[in-house]
């Protein structure tokens, strides 16, 4: 394990149960995937909730819609920086894609890190520490991204196609029903039933900022990437 370039972001250090790690080429080549993937995802999620206020429907019952009259509900997106394909080589160094053909490439952004295609107007990765940070930071909130938009649209996908009973499915109005009454965790009013904001804001707080802080701070992760 100590000789895999893996990355300190999965809590508990090393964490690879299906070997992805073990050549080289394809885990250089899976970093590029999964940030692209992860910055899709944040750019996903922001789109769910623009689509939640301007719509008041939830993501699956939108997508009705543009399939019931593709011409007069739809957007019109550019998502070519996302799609992934190649190899390596490909998506690192000097000659690998930029953000926009022609633009000058500030000296830093060297092409040595994944999702690196030059783009940064404002300097954030030019203090090597900050760049460091901001990678990881990207990371970790692509993969909650990817979490939350599978979980945005399963269970409306469940209640709509299979009959999944829920007490509400929409992802917007689901949280909401805590100030209408309260959320029943897993649907049981024994387990627990949510009546309180600042108390579950406190208890996420907590229990993310314990994990965060183990995460950051033990010894097994300080020299992985």
């Given at each position: 394990p100590?000789?895999k370039?893996?990355d300190r972001t999965?809590?508990?250090?090393?964490?690879?149960?299906?070997?992805?790690?073990?050549?080289?080429?394809?885990l250089?080549?899976?970093?590029?995937?999964?940030?692209?993937?992860g910055?899709?995802?944040?750019v996903?999620?922001f789109g769910?909730?623009i689509?939640?206020?301007y719509t008041?429907v939830?993501p699956?019952?939108?997508w009705a819609?543009?399939?019931a009259?593709?011409?007069?509900?739809?957007v019109?997106?550019v998502?070519g920086?996302?799609?992934?394909?190649?190899t390596?080589s490909?998506?690192?160094g000097?000659?690998?894609?930029k953000w926009l053909p022609?633009?000058?490439?500030?000296?830093y952004?060297?092409g040595?890190y994944p999702?690196?295609y030059?783009?940064?107007p404002?300097?954030?990765?030019?203090?090597?520490?900050n760049?460091a940070?901001?990678?990881?930071?990207?990371?970790?909130?692509?993969r909650?991204?990817?979490?939350?938009?599978v979980?945005?649209?399963?269970?409306?996908?469940l209640?709509?196609f299979s009959g999944?009973?829920?007490?509400e499915?929409v992802w917007f109005?689901?949280?909401?029903?805590?100030?209408e009454?309260?959320?029943?965790?897993?649907g049981?009013?024994?387990?627990?039933?949510?009546?309180?904001?600042?108390?579950?804001l406190?208890?996420?707080?907590?229990l993310?900022?314990?994990?965060?802080?183990?995460?950051?701070n033990a010894?097994?992760?300080?020299?992985?990437d």
């Amino acid at each position: 394990p100590e000789n895999k370039q893996l990355d300190r972001t999965y809590p508990g250090g090393v964490f690879d149960p299906l070997g992805f790690g073990n050549n080289e080429e394809q885990l250089a080549y899976l970093k590029v995937k999964e940030i692209k993937n992860g910055r899709l995802a944040m750019v996903s999620v922001f789109g769910y909730a623009i689509q939640a206020w301007y719509t008041g429907v939830g993501p699956l019952e939108n997508w009705a819609a543009h399939l019931a009259d593709p011409f007069g509900a739809n957007v019109t997106t550019v998502v070519g920086m996302f799609a992934t394909s190649g190899t390596k080589s490909m998506w690192y160094g000097p000659n690998r894609p930029k953000w926009l053909p022609g633009a000058e490439i500030p000296a830093y952004l060297t092409g040595e890190y994944p999702g690196d295609y030059g783009f940064d107007p404002v300097g954030l990765a030019a203090d090597p520490e900050n760049f460091a940070r901001y990678r990881e930071a990207e990371v970790l909130h692509g993969r909650w991204a990817m979490l939350a938009t599978v979980g945005c649209l399963v269970p409306e996908f469940l209640a709509k196609f299979s009959g999944v009973p829920f007490a509400e499915p929409v992802w917007f109005k689901a949280g909401y029903g805590l100030f209408e009454g309260g959320i029943d965790y897993l649907g049981n009013p024994d387990l627990i039933h949510a009546q309180n904001a600042a108390i579950i804001l406190g208890t996420q707080l907590i229990l993310m900022g314990a994990i965060e802080a183990w995460r950051w701070n033990a010894p097994e992760n300080k020299q992985l990437d």
